[in-house]
């Protein structure tokens, strides 16, 4: 590999790092928002009954 | 009695506790002592033929670190396993003497299975002096200061007896570095130095925080 | 919560600061007369180091406030920002190795005191989650993880100390990085990306924050509603 490759090699990785955390920080929000909707969900059924 | 009378004598009551448990089970000493001879004999067949008194010094290093190690987990195994921790820390006396009180005995254990050691190791491999023997003794404080809080930690969690080496070997780095350093380096006292400092600032921190480690 | 969240000027903020950091670090910057190319990575290399410690740093500063004042608010403060020091410790070893290999051809040496130091940090920081998931949730958890974060920050100058004077005795040949003799161009360049790669730390750290109290929060609720 060229010096200039390891240069782009080098700055890749911190691009894949940082793209790799947004996928990770989505996973997270995917799972968050479920279980609001189930929390809505059993809200939703304590206020009718009571 | 003046505060520090009491807080001596408090070190030394848990310090004795552990010894004479020892004394009595007598599990845990001569487990680290047959271990460390064990090690050695198995670092021999390690090292390739021709390898330097260096390299046999770095291995007693390993084999120190690992009794330490084992002697660490034997030592807060009653706690853990018996819920002691709990009982102790509700007696009338200040946490970190249960610290000093522990790294004191479990030094003391540590210091039995070196005295073992090193003439071991004098014999096996490669003649041991003062300065390398005065990092044995520095390096070994650092370790029980050091790794009586972290056996603490370890004992609180539900994992199993590996926590405490992952806890404990990046800590223990330096320790080695130093010991090594002693033994086979012309400038020792630089090493010994280093050591004295490790062992300053980990126990200063490790006395003031051990509190918090074991408090519910 | 600030009524005025500002999080979002931070995060674009940050997306133009990278911008230019790296139009200034690979373009605009002129070329090391001895390094080469290869010296570009120094850019991105050494802020990302830096931004670590700092990470790391304010980990052990909140761990102290929890310890002195308490309060689940700093413990996941201080666990996200370790949290933060792990994944740039992690970066810095990776461009670290990268850039020892364009320089010297070697993925690793010893003698690169920074990497060295780099992979204690990142075992002991390693061991920092390991503890924390093992560990029950609650007070004595926040306790034990903050008193872990302290010795993490008094491990950073011994470790230093420890890897120069082993450096003694484990290898003799020593691989030398001349420091890059900078021009004012190249200093800018460089205060630019530390200014962009911390900003983008903290962005990051905020973004987890916000995830991490949400979800203590969401457990708090289902726990009120079952």
């Known amino acids: 590999m060229t010096q200039g490759q390891y240069v782009a090699l080098a700055y890749g990785v911190v691009l894949v790092f940082v793209v790799l955390w947004v996928a990770i920080i989505a996973t997270k929000l995917a799972r968050l928002e479920r279980e609001t909707a189930e929390l809505a969900e059993l809200a939703r059924g304590r206020r009718s009954d009571g | 009695m003046s505060t520090l009378g009491l807080y001596a004598a408090d070190v030394v009551a848990l310090a004795r506790k552990d010894l004479k448990l020892e004394l009595r089970a007598r599990d845990t000493l001569p487990a680290m002592l047959l271990f460390v001879l064990s090690t050695l004999a198995v670092f021999h067949f390690a090292l390739p033929a021709g390898a330097g008194e260096s390299a046999a010094y770095g291995l007693l290093w390993i084999a120190i670190i690992f009794t330490a190690l084992l002697g660490l987990a034997r030592a807060w195994a009653p706690e853990r396993e018996g819920g002691a921790l709990d009982g102790l820390v509700l007696a009338p006396c200040d946490r970190s003497a249960i610290w000093l009180g522990k790294s004191l005995a479990t030094l003391a254990f540590l210091t039995a299975a070196e005295l073992v050691a090193i003439p071991a190791f004098a014999l096996f491999f490669a003649p041991v002096d003062l300065v390398a023997v005065a990092g044995v003794v520095l390096a070994s404080i650092g370790i029980c200061a050091v790794g009586s809080l972290l056996a603490a930690m370890a004992a609180a969690s539900r994992g199993r007896e590996v926590i405490l080496p992952l806890l404990f070997l990046p800590l223990a780095i330096p320790l080695v570095v130093g010991g090594v350093g002693a033994g086979i380096s012309p400038q020792g006292s630089t090493y010994l130095s280093f050591l004295g400092l490790y062992d300053l600032v980990f126990a200063i921190l490790a006395w003031a925080t051990f509190e918090y480690v074991v408090t519910e | ?226």
């Open chain 3, 1 to 226: 919560m600030s009524s005025r969240n500002n999080l979002p000027l931070l995060a674009f903020a940050a997306a133009g600061l990278l911008g230019l950091a790296v139009v200034l670090a690979l373009i605009v910057a002129p070329e090391d007369a001895n390094q080469g190319v290869s010296q570009r990575i120094f850019y991105f290399h050494v802020p990302i180091a830096l931004t670590a410690y700092l990470c790391f740093g304010l980990g052990a500063w909140k761990a102290l406030r929890l310890l002195w004042m308490g309060g689940e608010r700093r413990d996941l403060e201080s666990y996200t920002w370790i949290h933060q020091g792990t994944i740039f410790g992690a970066l810095t070893l990776i461009t670290g190795s990268i850039w020892a290999r364009a320089s010297w051809g070697v993925w690793w040496s010893w003698s690169s005191n920074q990497l060295v130091l780099f992979l204690v940090l990142f075992l002991f920081y390693c061991a920092y989650f390991m503890l924390r998931f093992s560990i029950e949730e609650g007070a004595r958890r926040e306790r034990i993880c903050a008193v872990y974060a302290l010795f993490g920050v008094a491990l950073i100058p011994v470790s230093f100390f420890a890897i120069r004077l082993a450096n003694d005795f484990i290898h003799p040949t020593v691989f030398t990085r001349a420091g890059p003799q900078m021009t004012h161009t190249m200093f800018a360049a460089f205060l630019v990306c530390l200014a962009a790669i911390s900003l983008l730390a903290y962005v990051m750290y905020r973004v987890e924050l916000v995830g991490k109290r949400t979800d203590a929060s969401l457990r708090e609720l289902r726990e009120m509603l079952s």
